[in-house]
């Protein structure tokens, strides 16, 4: 305990931290290093970090694909959790020094510390641990949105989810299941789509071992499903357009499959079909609509993990410095659910 204590105060001295560093490239080039503790901008709150989670979209920056906004921190992380350390100055929120809470971030949550605006920080449900908090905020919120803000799911719909067994997948089956929407995954095995249907899905196919769209027209009665929650993009567009209902909306937020399509009568499709395609992201949303997305979450979803109907799915918790492990982990695709990193140990914190 003497010798983390010292250690810990060497840090806060020096005003240097722990984070992720990384060159342009594959997993091999991600590192730990020391930088600067970040100093805080107008309505920004500086959090100890106990917890954080990789992305899909971490992978991206990574490879030099996804830079972060202008303006924000360059080190990899969407989320972090951890206790309120220092308050910056225009801060008018209820927050206080030693709060529990969950941040959404532009950018820099893989560090032992996180500027974070106050309007973007949540709280960490009761009897809930930092590591299983890590799970919540990107990819929950993530789903959150795609359905209700631009899906607008409505109950008794059908919903094609891809990437069933992911983060974000595993949160929108159970916010289905929650406001009574019905839902079909589609994932690459059969242990990820038992996990769905353990979660709420109705049924689940494998792209790896056929052709989905006729086993979703055939579920449905030939009518098609109300929505898609699409992640994959090119290499799906010809399925998907045969798997929307008439007048369905399909929300694309992530291009896994690539980024162009075949050739055919997709554009007719469209058209015939009366079909609303939307793209969406969050990364680079304005700050006020992350603050009301997170206001409607916060009221709405929230609580039920307190209640114990919703719980982050975490595939894996590694520390910080298998930050090299991680990555590749998550870029193998066999994951189901989150991967978190563990930043600093919590009890020997509050000893």
Known sequence: LAVFTYNYNCLQMSGTMRAVNFEPGGPENLRIGSVPVPK???KEVLL????????????????????PPPGESDILGLEAVGIVEKLGSGCVKTWKIGDRVMALLPGGGNAEFVASREELLMPVPDNMEFNQAAAIPEVWLTAFQLLFLVGKVKKNDTVLIHAGGSGVGTAAVQLCRQFGARTIVVAGSQEKIDFAKSLGAEEGFNYKESMFEPKVLQHTDGKGVDLILDCVGGSFFSQNINSIATEGTWVVYGLMGGRTIDTGDHLGKILQKRITIVGSTLRTRSIQYKESLIADFTQRALPHFSSGEFRPIIDTTLPLDSIQEAHTLMESNKTTGKIVLQVRDQVKDEL
């Open 40 to 42: 805080l901008r107008e």
């Open 48 to 67: 100890k970090v106990y917890a954080t989670a990789i992305n899909r979209a971490d992978t991206l920056q990574r490879k030099g694909l996804y830079p």
